[in-house]
């Protein structure tokens, strides 16, 4: 077996108003007593009541008789108004409208206090990446995603990757690519579609084993080398002893502030680095249980 088809199966597995008035006075009697009464009544028919200066005093209630008579010349009792609730407003006694108190004022300016400033983010710190990371991958044990791998010779290939812990994993590539690389659990089965052939190996020989895990533990299954935080992500990198040929290292390319996986990149034993990007991932989706049978 060469170390080129080896190195294909590592790249493969590192994964919202007010009222009118009051009664009128009664007319004034006459004050010429010589005069007879019909001509007074005449007089008040035809002219109209004339004040006279001494009676200056009283000229508000004579005025008033004299403008309220009818056309017979008998007073005219005018009946007060009732003014209905919601017509008007009684007059101020004062002369003045209530001022409104301001919405504005001293009291309500002292209540008013400015929006809290956020507080920065903390910096997250490695053994937090950690604990973020291992949330991820047990989340769910099932994982439906796309994924891009790019070889060390600079080939691209991509296709489909379905993860069914634990052990379980397939990654289906579009053609023009004829590789197809399978787990069951127990082996792992690189095949090549065009040249009908198939090579198994153990899991235990594969980077990226642990990912296959029930529950996943970076700091106990593998050795954690470095964590790297920054805008564009989080790197974790680790390193694996036990795969075939000797020790691989692996990156592990997390979205920061998601922490959904996004890249890995495996450096196998012989040097050849394999990165796969993966998109569009589906952690509720489960997997077809055939998709995993290796027929041997």
Request: proline content about 8%.
């Amino acid at each position: 077996m060469t170390y080129v088809r080896f190195a294909a199966l590592l790249a493969a597995l590192s994964f919202a108003v007010p009222a009118a008035a009051a009664t009128v006075a009664r007319a004034a009697p006459p004050s010429q007593g010589s005069v007879p009464a019909v001509a007074d009544n005449k007089a008040a028919e035809t002219k109209p009541a004339e004040a006279r200066p001494a009676e200056t005093g009283s000229k508000s209630a004579e005025v008033k008789s004299a403008d309220e008579k009818g056309v017979d010349g008998k007073a005219v009792t005018v009946k007060p108004v009732t003014a209905k609730p919601g017509e008007a407003k009684p007059a101020d006694p004062i002369g003045k409208k209530t001022a409104k108190p301001s919405a504005q004022g001293p009291a309500a300016a002292a209540t008013i206090a400015p929006p809290p400033v956020p507080e920065p983010e903390k910096p997250l710190t490695r053994d937090e990446a950690l604990k973020r990371a291992n949330a991820f991958f047990n989340a769910s044990p099932v994982m439906t995603a796309d994924f891009v791998q790019i070889g060390g010779d600079g080939k691209r290939s991509e296709g489909k990757l379905h993860v069914q812990r634990a052990g379980r994993v397939r990654f289906e590539y579009a053609q023009p690519a004829t590789m197809e690389v399978v787990a069951d659990g127990a082996q792992v089965a690189v095949r090549d579609r065009k040249l009908n052939t198939q090579d198994l190996y153990f899991i235990t020989q594969t980077p990226l084993k642990f990912l296959m895990k029930d529950k996943i533990d970076l700091e106990k299954d593998v050795v954690v080398e470095d964590v790297k935080i920054d805008d564009s992500g989080v790197t974790i990198a680790i390193e694996d002893k036990a795969t075939f040929g000797g020790t691989s290292h692996v990156r592990l390319i997390f979205d920061p502030k998601t922490f959904k996986l996004k890249q890995w990149e495996v450096k196998d034993p012989q040097g050849y680095e394999t990165l796969i990007s993966v998109f569009n991932i589906d952690q509720a989706k489960v997997p077809d249980p055939a998709l995993f049978k290796i027929n041997k």
